[in-house]
C-alpha cells in the first residue's frame, strides 16, 4: 500500500503492521531548489503546463546551447549527463509526483563531485541556459525539472557519514532512509521527515520537521555547517563563523535560491527506544477530538509529537485519528493519552488506542511504509543515483496546501473543518488534512535566529488530496482551494516554504515573514545575476 494511501485510510495504519503516515515533509526533494509550479499551477491542477511559466522562453530551447555544447558538457563531466536521446532519459526525466511526465529536460546531470556542478554552472551561464536543482525528485510543483532544463541532479552524493565528535557529514543526494539506516546502526539521528526517498538536502533546506522535531528541533536547527557551489563556480563552505549570513539564509530559504548543496554537517542526537500510538474515533466526535488535541498537542512534554488527521472518504462517513511519538516510556505516553480523551469537554475513549514500543529505526522503517522491505527494496527502482535494483516503492499523484497557526482554532474553525471534509466525501474526493503539533524545542529558536521564522506557530496544517495517476485532477484540486481558502481566515497567514504553494500571491511574507529584507541581501551577495531565479518565488 502507497503511503499517501495511507494518508487517505486514517492518518495511520492499525496495529496490525504499527506503520504510521505523517506526511511527507519535504516535497521539494532538491538541494536547493524550491518547488512549485508558477502563480497558480499546483493549486489548480494545471500542473507542468504552467511549471516553466516564468521563464517559457529560454526553457523552450534549453537556452543558446547547440548539440555539440551538450555533447561537449556530457564528456566533460565525470557523472552521466542524459539526453533526450539516451534510453536512461524516460526514467531520469521523472519526478516522484506523476502530475509532472509531461516535462522535458534538456539534459539531466548526475553530478558526481563540486567540480561536475561548476561545469554545468559555467555552461547554463555562457548559453543561457535555465538549471533546476534536484536531490529527491519530491517537488510539490515540479520545480525540480522543467522543459529545456538543465537538471542538476545530487543523488550521486549520497554518503552518510559515520559520526565523529557529535556530528556528521551527509551528502546532499542522501535519502531519508539511507540516513536513518547509515546513522541508526551507530544508536544516533537527526531529526527528519517519513518519507523514504526524500532527499536529505531538499528536506533541511526549507526546515525540515518530524516526529522528533519537538524533542529535538527542526532538521535544519541541527545543521551545523554546509557546502555549496555558489553561482560563480566557487566551492564555499558555510557556518556559523564563515559566510555566516549564508549560512543563516540556507536554514530555512536555502531551496534553490543560493547555490547547489553538496554536503551537510549535522549535530547528531540518541536514537533511543520509543513508543508509536494511533487512536481513532467515531466521526461524531470529531469536533471534540479536534478542540481536545489542539489544547493537548503542542502542549506535552518535549518527546511528545502528535498530528491530527480529518479524512474525507468518498461516498463514506469520514475518519478521525490522532497519531503520537515518544522518546519517553511506555507508561509515560500511555498517561497522556488518557488525559487528551479524558480532558473536560473531550471526545473520550478512543474506539481502538494502539500504543506500540519500538526500536528508533524501526519506527522510522514504519512511518516510512518499510517495515517489511530491505534498506535497498526501500528505493525507487532502476539503475541511476538514487534507486536501487531491488527497490519496490512507486510514484504518486498529489496536491497539498498548509498554514501554520499561532493560536487554537475557534469552534467556528473546527466546524469549518470538519465541512470541508465532509463535502470532500460527497464529492469523491480523497483527501485529509494533517494537524501537526510543533511547539516545544521548534519554538525555543528564536524566530529570525534562522531563515525559519514560524517559531510561535502551535501547529501546521497541511491539506492533501491525491488521486490515480491517470485520473483528472479538476474537482480534487477545486476542492483542495476551497479547503485552503476557507481554513485561511483561521490562521495566522504564513505558509511552510517546503510544502511550497504556487497558489500563495504573498508567499515571501508567508514563507518568510521578517527574514525576508535580510534574505533579499543574502541572495544579491550571492547570486546577484539571478542564476538560481528561474522559479516563480525565488528571492
Not at 518499510?370 to 516503492?393: D, N
Not at 510514484?395 to 467556528?412: I, K, P, Q, V
Amino acid at each position: 500500500m502507497k503511503r499517501r494511501t495511507l494518508l487517505q485510510a486514517g492518518g495511520g495504519l492499525a496495529a496490525a503492521s504499527v506503520a504510521l503516515a505523517t506526511g511527507c515533509d519535504n516535497k521539494t526533494g532538491k538541494a536547493g531548489a524550491a518547488s512549485s509550479t508558477s502563480a497558480t499551477g499546483a493549486a489548480t491542477g494545471t500542473g507542468a503546463a504552467q511549471t516553466n511559466a516564468a521563464s517559457a522562453s529560454a526553457a523552450a530551447t534549453g537556452g543558446h546551447a547547440s548539440k555539440a555544447s551538450w555533447t561537449a558538457l556530457g564528456k566533460s563531466l565525470d557523472g552521466k549527463l542524459i539526453q533526450s536521446s539516451d534510453a536512461a532519459y524516460a526514467t531520469a526525466r521523472r519526478l516522484y509526483n506523476t502530475r509532472y511526465d509531461t516535462l522535458k529536460p534538456t539534459a539531466i546531470a548526475y553530478v558526481e563531485h563540486p567540480a561536475d556542478i561548476a561545469e554545468c554552472l559555467a555552461f547554463a551561464r555562457r548559453h543561457d541556459t535555465p538549471v533546476a536543482i534536484r536531490s529527491g525528485g519530491h517537488s510539490y510543483a515540479g520545480w525540480s525539472s522543467g522543459n529545456g532544463k538543465l537538471v542538476i541532479d545530487v543523488s550521486a552524493l549520497s554518503k552518510v557519514g559515520a559520526p565523529s565528535g557529535g556530528t556528521t557529514r551527509i551528502g546532499a543526494g542522501a535519502k531519508l532512509i539511507d540516513v536513518y539506516q547509515g546513522l541508526g546502526a551507530h544508536g544516533v539521528t537527526i531529526p527528519g521527515g517519513s518519507c523514504p526517498t526524500v532527499g536529505i538536502s531538499g528536506l533541511t533546506l526549507g526546515g525540515g520537521h518530524g516526529v522528533a522535531s519537538r524533542a529535538y528541533g527542526l532538521t535544519c536547527d541541527s545543521l551545523v555547517g554546509a557546502t555549496l557551489v555558489t553561482a560563480d563556480g566557487k566551492t564555499v563552505d558555510c557556518d556559523k563563523s564563515r559566510h555566516a549570513d549564508l549560512f543563516w539564509a540556507l536554514r530555512g530559504a536555502g531551496n534553490g535560491n543560493f547555490g547547489v548543496v553538496t554536503e551537510l554537517r549535522f549535530r547528531t542526537h540518541p536514537a533511543p527506544r520509543a513508543v508509536m500510538a494511533y487512536m481513532t474515533w467515531p466521526w461524531a466526535k470529531a469536533a471534540k477530538v479536534v478542540a481536545s488535541w489542539q489544547k493537548w498537542g503542542p502542549a506535552q512534554a518535549d518527546e511528545i509529537w502528535s498530528a491530527c488527521h480529518l479524512d474525507a472518504r468518498p461516498g463514506t462517513t469520514p475518519s478521525v485519528s490522532v497519531a503520537a511519538f515518544s522518546l519517553g516510556s511506555y507508561r509515560e505516553l500511555q498517561n497522556a493519552v488518557d488525559k487528551l480523551a479524558d480532558q473536560p469537554g473531550g471526545p473520550g475513549p478512543a474506539k481502538s488506542v494502539h500504543l506500540t514500543p519500538t526500536g528508533y529505526l524501526d519506527a522510522m522503517e514504519s512511518y516510512a511504509g518499510c517495515s517489511s522491505k530491505s534498506t535497498a527494496q526501500c528505493h525507487m527502482p532502476g539503475s541511476l543515483p538514487g534507486h536501487t535494483s531491488a527497490g519496490q516503492l512507486g510514484r504518486e499523484t498529489y496536491a497539498a496546501r498548509s498554514h501554520f497557526f499561532d493560536r487554537s482554532l475557534s469552534a467556528a474553525g473546527i466546524r469549518t473543518l470538519m465541512d470541508q471534509i465532509e463535502a470532500g466525501g460527497r464529492k469523491g474526493v480523497n483527501g485529509n488534512v494533517a494537524l501537526t503539533a510543533l511547539g516545544g524545542a521548534i519554538n525555543r529558536v528564536g524566530r529570525t535566529d534562522t531563515a525559519f521564522v514560524h517559531r510561535g506557530s502551535r501547529f501546521l496544517a497541511q491539506y492533501l488530496t491525491s488521486w490515480p495517476a491517470s485520473g483528472s485532477s479538476a474537482t480534487r484540486t477545486a476542492w483542495l482551494n476551497s479547503f485552503h481558502d476557507a481554513m485561511r481566515r483561521h490562521s495566522s497567514g504564513a505558509a511552510y516554504q517546503n510544502y511550497t504553494d504556487p497558489g500563495l500571491k504573498d508567499w515571501k511574507s508567508a514563507y518568510y515573514g521578517a527574514a525576508a529584507t535580510r534574505l533579499d541581501q543574502v541572495k544579491r551577495t550571492y547570486d546577484p545575476q539571478r542564476l538560481f531565479s528561474t522559479f516563480p518565488q525565488a528571492l
